[in-house]
């Protein structure tokens, strides 16, 4: 028997709405102010999750039990085996001494911490969000930086935090291009606009991550290389996006922008050097970071050998998101197990969408096309390069799984969560608060994307999920369909650094177990401020700038 989602059970939106947000608010609360361990809180707010769908809005129990299930699943595949593979590579690289040299060789490109900052979080973090997206920038950005010597809580959330104007065409322009296929918005049109609202943040966002960092002052006495940086991003971002398509924008500004600033460096250098590895201010995990040290210098061959594995990975990364190759290897192996009792058992109904639409609940098993097997194979390949015997790279493996056993428990459970939320109904009812602002639709409809991504942690899941809603919400008020559909994703990458996968990915590659909540107090501010900005931004075009939504090809 279908069930329709129903999105106002008690018939007055404050009461539905402060219901639906009770898991979330759990799940937050018990992370950021109780300072209960991750896995716990994903867990008591799977539980309150399940009580608000089954008894406050009607969800047959086991249709919610087995929505937890699809998204248990999708925790381990795909995002829990990126962050268990990457942690691996890690794991080997430390062993064998290879990541010291890594750490010298970046340390002499510059020993200033910020422009560090810029070029790994920011430029390198940029282009494995364009090659791969799904936690793979934060887990290979925050495992660096701590490499280097930065504090838990700055190579965590400087991560989180450098990550997010790339990820709106991350993975080769995936958020996008689902945005287009689902709720039928003309691809190129919808490309573009997200290109005329993300390259003033994708400026910003460099001076932003080193004031966070070092304060006003440590961000000034660097801005010629922030600007250098930023702009060089910035520029190509918006004529691929605008005149190519969605699929190689991050990868294009990402490769520019390093190139820029390493050449730059050549010619400038600061007046002072940052050496400090840690949060200006109150950093709680400051006693954990190395001060600079005195950088040794190796041979070409030694430096060769320390980047070959984190070449490797950028190759191996960039290929398995290659739409070309998922395809082959999906081809190969890829069983797909709709789930009985749940697919095409819900319907969504208006006013999300124009008439109701059944919801699929098929799990995919794309092992071989998983990003995560990319990685676990470069880690292999490295792991020989670097001369590992067999039996010392499945020691490291199985000791890797050890390591980061609660963190994949911790992704399971969320994804558990943010996966019910989505067939229950009850995000939707978020999403339907923010769509009752009237003129002010523009700057709340940007905040419903921030939202979505909070909540499921990928900018595609939030635009799978809200992106029909803007497009009706849009044509009602008279707005632009292409504008709220590109605001819902240009908003959505402000989440992504308070999503609680990302959180768990960022704790996890710095080691920072059971501080999640510390990690989520530091970066929610930012993530908010930002996503009022782009907000405001989007309000400007809708009202003040209508040449902006003009097609300029």
Request: charged share 10%.
């Amino acid at each position: 028997m279908v069930w329709q989602q129903i999105y106002d059970p008690f018939g007055n939106m404050i009461i539905s709405t402060a219901l639906a947000a009770v898991p979330v608010v759990v799940m937050l609360a018990a992370l950021g102010f109780f300072h209960i361990k991750a896995h716990i809180a994903a867990g008591m707010g799977l539980i309150a999750a399940l009580l608000v769908a089954i008894f406050a809005y009607g969800m047959p129990a086991d249709m919610a039990g087995r929505a937890a299930l699809l998204g248990g699943f999708t925790g381990l595949l795909p995002i829990g085996w990126i962050v268990l593979n990457i942690i691996f590579l890690h794991q080997l690289t430390e062993q064998n001494g290879s990541f010291a040299v890594l750490q010298d060789s970046l340390s002499g490109i510059t020993e200033d911490r910020r422009i560090q900052l810029l070029l790994i979080a920011f430029c390198f973090g940029a282009f494995f969000e364009g090659a791969a997206g799904f936690g793979t920038p934060v887990a290979v950005t925050a495992a660096i930086l701590i490499g280097l010597g930065f504090s838990p809580l700055a190579a965590s959330g400087l991560s989180l935090i450098a990550n997010t104007a790339p990820v709106a065409f991350g993975a080769l322009g995936t958020p996008v291009i689902t945005l287009a296929k689902v709720h039928g918005y003309d691809l190129m049109e919808v490309t573009a606009m997200i290109g005329r609202q993300l390259p003033f943040f994708s400026l910003l966002v460099p001076f932003w991550l080193i004031w966070a960092f070092a304060g006003r002052k440590g961000m000034w006495e660097i801005w010629p290389a922030i600007l250098v940086a930023g702009l060089s991003f910035a520029i190509p971002q918006f004529l691929v996006s605008n005149f190519i398509g969605p699929e190689l924008v991050d990868i294009i500004a990402a490769i520019v922008s390093m190139a820029c600033l390493v050449a730059f460096l050549r010619v400038w250098k600061p007046k002072t050097v940052w050496t400090s590895p840690s949060l200006r201010g109150h950093d709680p995990s400051a006693a954990e970071a190395k001060s600079a040290q005195v950088v040794k210098r190796h041979s070409t061959q030694a430096l060769v050998a320390a980047w070959t594995p984190w070449v490797i990975l950028s190759v191996f990364v960039f290929v398995w998101g290659l739409p070309s190759v998922k395809t082959f290897l999906n081809g190969l192996f890829a069983p797909a197990f709709p789930i009985e009792g749940l697919h095409n058992m819900i319907e969504k109904v208006a006013p999300v969408v124009t008439k109701p639409t059944k919801e699929s609940a098929v799990y995919t098993l794309n092992l071989l096309s998983a990003t995560g097997t990319g990685i676990l194979l470069s880690a292999i390949v490295s792991a020989v390069v670097m001369k590992y015997n067999p039996v010392a790279i499945v020691r490291t493996f199985f000791k890797t799984l050890w390591l980061v056993k609660y963190s994949l428990l911790t992704i399971v459970l969320m994804l558990a969560l943010g996966t019910l939320t989505r067939y229950s109904g009850t995000d939707t009812t978020l999403g339907l608060a923010f769509a009752n602002t009237g003129v002010l639709y523009p700057f709340f409809g940007t905040l419903m994307g921030w939202l979505g991504v909070a909540l499921t942690g990928s900018d595609t899941a939030s635009n799978v999920l809200f992106g029909g809603m803007q497009k009706v919400a849009a044509e009602q008020l008279g707005l632009s369909a292409n504008l709220m559909g590109a605001a819902n994703s240009a908003g959505g990458v402000m989440g992504k650094m308070i999503d609680a996968q990302s959180i768990v990915v960022a704790s996890t590659a710095t080691r920072w177990f059971d501080h999640e909540g510390d990690i989520l107090r530091y970066v929610f501010f930012h993530s908010i401020a930002l996503a009022c900005l782009v907000g405001l931004y989007v309000t400007l075009q809708a009202y003040v700038w209508p040449f902006s939504l003009m097609v300029v090809r």
